[in-house]
């Protein structure tokens, strides 16, 4: 299997119980999780060689971060100690009409903090085939925007194959901010990752599609793939679209372009959501396992689509599948029969 490496914030999440509202909470349920990181774990379910890049504090609650991360067989190797605090996020799941909400807590965590003789880019990245970072990464602080440059050079150097999941995450940053750090950063990027309105926010590229109104069809993003790819070089230009039916049930499919072919997955109807909170990462690291093994786009993209679909169904940041379970699904295999 491969070297993947990922570069990111792994942070503390409290979720309100069930479905209750921050307000009524008299605990929190605790998980870890994080773009990256969350791609990490997907890749080591996979058996991948998976390496997660951050900085979490020396104290125990940066050690239960790290220890979260070895428990699903990520390799932590070149994680960086100190700092003073690990990020925080609170989830209220929504249902039915009712949205998700999410308060963010984690400025000034370590990695935002985090300086370049943290890591040694050189030797993370010696012997990997794959470079995975997202949005996040540079959003949450310009010390982060330059390790994530200083990261993607070195991938560069070392011969890697570069993605990104463009993440776009408005409690975060602006757009004109996203595009001014964003754009500069595609010159080393392979595969784009993201939805329309990733792609519109972070390097201004609009489809010719009414996403809210369910038109989703193929021939309104072949025009803006092909303009992202000629612009930035992209070797693949991939984009998930979901229908937020309510919180509680979506539409799921996914379409990839590699310059000549434009191929369009399969429809997944989640319903119930048990926990879609990490679904774009389980599909980044679907399509991940999916290009670097599968013989095709297609089979790569079908694989992603129905990892995330899984992931739908999970609670918590991590997809915790097996590629078997994930080929299972992408077969025809949707009935949920108990499996004795």
């Given at each position: 299997?491969?070297?993947?490496?990922?570069?990111?914030?792994?942070?503390?999440?409290?979720?309100?119980?069930?479905?209750?509202?921050?307000?009524?909470?008299?605990?929190?349920?605790?998980?870890?999780?994080?773009?990256e990181a969350n791609v990490a774990v997907s890749c080591a379910n996979y058996g991948h060689d998976?390496?997660?890049?951050?900085?979490?504090?020396?104290?125990?609650?940066?050690?239960?971060?790290?220890?979260?991360?070895?428990?699903?067989?990520?390799?932590?190797?070149?994680?960086?100690?100190?700092?003073?605090?690990?990020?925080?996020?609170?989830?209220?799941?929504?249902?039915?009409?009712?949205?998700?909400?999410?308060?963010?807590?984690?400025?000034?965590?370590?990695?935002?903090?985090?300086?370049?003789?943290?890591?040694?880019?050189?030797?993370?990245?010696?012997?990997?085939?794959?470079?995975?970072?997202?949005?996040?990464?540079?959003?949450?602080?310009?010390?982060?925007?330059?390790?994530?440059?200083?990261?993607?050079?070195?991938?560069?150097?070392?011969?890697?194959?570069?993605?990104?999941?463009?993440?776009?995450?408005?409690?975060?940053?602006?757009?004109?901010?996203?595009?001014?750090?964003?754009?500069?950063?595609?010159?080393?990027?392979?595969?784009?990752?993201?939805?329309?309105?990733?792609?519109?926010?972070?390097?201004?590229?609009?489809?010719?599609?009414?996403?809210?109104?369910?038109?989703?069809?193929?021939?309104?993003?072949?025009?803006?793939?092909?303009?992202?790819?000629?612009?930035?070089?992209?070797?693949?230009?991939?984009?998930?679209?979901?229908?937020?039916?309510?919180?509680?049930?979506?539409?799921?499919?996914?379409?990839?372009?590699?310059?000549?072919?434009?191929?369009?997955?399969?429809?997944?109807?989640?319903?119930?959501?048990?926990?879609?909170?990490?679904?774009?990462?389980?599909?980044?690291?679907?399509?991940?396992?999916?290009?670097?093994?599968?013989?095709?786009?297609?089979?790569?993209?079908?694989?992603?689509?129905?990892?995330?679909?899984?992931?739908?169904?999970?609670?918590?940041?991590?997809?915790?599948?097996?590629?078997?379970?994930?080929?299972?699904?992408?077969?025809?295999?949707?009935?949920?029969?108990?499996?004795?």
């Open positions: 299997m491969s070297k993947i490496v990922s570069l990111g914030e792994i942070m503390l999440r409290l979720s309100s119980p069930g479905n209750s509202r921050f307000v009524q909470c008299d605990s929190f349920d605790v998980c870890y999780g994080g773009g998976a390496y997660f890049v951050t900085k979490l504090p020396k104290h125990e609650i940066g050690q239960s971060a790290v220890n979260s991360l070895r428990r699903y067989g990520v390799k932590t190797d070149f994680i960086s100690r100190g700092g003073d605090r690990v990020g925080i996020y609170y989830l209220e799941s929504g249902s039915a009409m009712r949205p998700s909400k999410v308060i963010y807590d984690r400025a000034n965590s370590a990695i935002a903090e985090a300086d370049p003789c943290d890591f040694d880019f050189d030797a993370i990245m010696e012997g990997a085939d794959w470079f995975h970072w997202s949005g996040i990464t540079p959003a949450i602080s310009d010390k982060a925007a330059e390790l994530t440059r200083l990261a993607c050079e070195a991938a560069k150097r070392h011969g890697v194959t570069v993605s990104v999941d463009l993440n776009f995450r408005k409690k975060l940053w602006t757009s004109a901010k996203a595009q001014s750090i964003m754009r500069p950063l595609m010159q080393y990027v392979d595969v784009c990752i993201g939805n329309e309105e990733d792609a519109e926010l972070c390097l201004g590229f609009k489809p010719d599609a009414d996403v809210n109104a369910g038109e989703t069809g193929a021939e309104g993003y072949k025009g803006i793939f092909q303009a992202m790819m000629k612009e930035f070089g992209f070797k693949y230009v991939i984009s998930t679209l979901r229908e937020s039916i309510s919180a509680s049930h979506n539409g799921w499919k996914a379409m990839i372009y590699n310059g000549e072919e434009f191929y369009v997955s399969k429809h997944y109807d989640i319903l119930p959501i048990v926990d879609r909170v990490g679904g774009g990462d389980s599909f980044s690291g679907g399509i991940i396992h999916g290009l670097l093994t599968k013989e095709n786009q297609g089979q790569a993209l079908e694989f992603a689509v129905a990892a995330s679909a899984l992931k739908h169904t999970i609670p918590g940041d991590f997809n915790l599948v097996s590629a078997e379970e994930v080929e299972s699904l992408a077969g025809g295999n949707a009935n949920g029969r108990v499996q004795r």
